[in-house]
């Protein structure tokens, strides 16, 4: 276990409150705050989670955080989650554990985000991480052809796609929700948002992971302790 990704896990479940409902983020930081806050709750601490992916939900399972059924959720207080990069705008690329969509929309439906990392993930400019698209697999050719004219048009010096794979390589990973996802190797992305609103105006795109406007706080864990850094929107 990550030291720094420990530390960032802990300084997260401090900003938890007896009684909240919590976004469960995906990943391997991810779940080792899913780990400590099992700890909290076997010592009697009360809190709900909703899971971003069936990954997530079966770690829960395994810690003893008591679930709610994402259909059945009025309010969440707080998300708390991973990212694959994030630049000094709070900007993030997500999507490297395929979870993507789910983990906008409750990240999106959230009061405040929370995100943990360790300092590898904190980037000047994001798309050294292959940007994650999510596709419906009808037509895809047609689909990944417009994603490439997209990021082009966005300013992005490269923009090859790979459908992505399931790890022993015999054919397409299907994300929870039923999808494709093309891996766009970008090296840089020089404008996120116009980038984000390129490819959601593209027919077949489901989802993509530019994750604009929707970290409040990012906590980056390093080997003693976590740096809490909150954004400050006008």
Request: charged letters at 25%; hydrophobic letters at 45%; aromatic letters at 4%.
């Amino acid at each position: 276990m990550s030291k720094a990704k420990t530390n960032a896990a802990i300084a997260a479940l401090d900003m938890v409150e007896d009684g909240m409902v919590l976004g469960l983020g995906s990943g391997s930081t991810a779940e080792i705050f899913i780990e400590l806050l099992g700890e909290k709750i076997a010592h009697g601490f009360k809190v709900q989670g909703v899971p971003t992916s069936q990954g997530t939900a079966d770690c829960a399972k395994k810690f003893g955080v008591p679930l709610l059924d994402p259909d059945k959720v009025e309010r969440i207080h707080l998300t708390i989650d991973g990212a694959d990069e994030v630049d000094e705008n709070f900007q993030m690329i997500k999507g490297g554990g395929a979870c993507l969509l789910r983990e906008k929309i409750i990240a999106d439906s959230s009061e405040h985000m929370v995100v943990i990392v360790d300092g590898t993930k904190m980037v000047k400019t994001l798309g050294a991480f292959a940007l994650p698209v999510e596709v419906d697999p009808f037509a895809m050719a047609l689909t990944a052809e417009r994603i490439y004219t997209a990021l082009m048009q966005a300013g992005c010096k490269t923009a090859s796609t790979t459908l992505r794979q399931i790890k022993n390589g015999k054919g397409p990973l299907v994300t929870d929700g039923g999808h494709y996802i093309l891996d766009c190797a970008c090296t840089s992305i020089p404008d996120p948002r116009l980038t984000a609103s390129l490819l959601v105006s593209i027919p077949g795109v489901v989802e993509h992971g530019l994750f604009i406007d929707l970290a409040d706080t990012i906590i980056i864990g390093e080997e003693e302790i976590a740096k809490v850094m909150e954004i400050v929107r006008e």
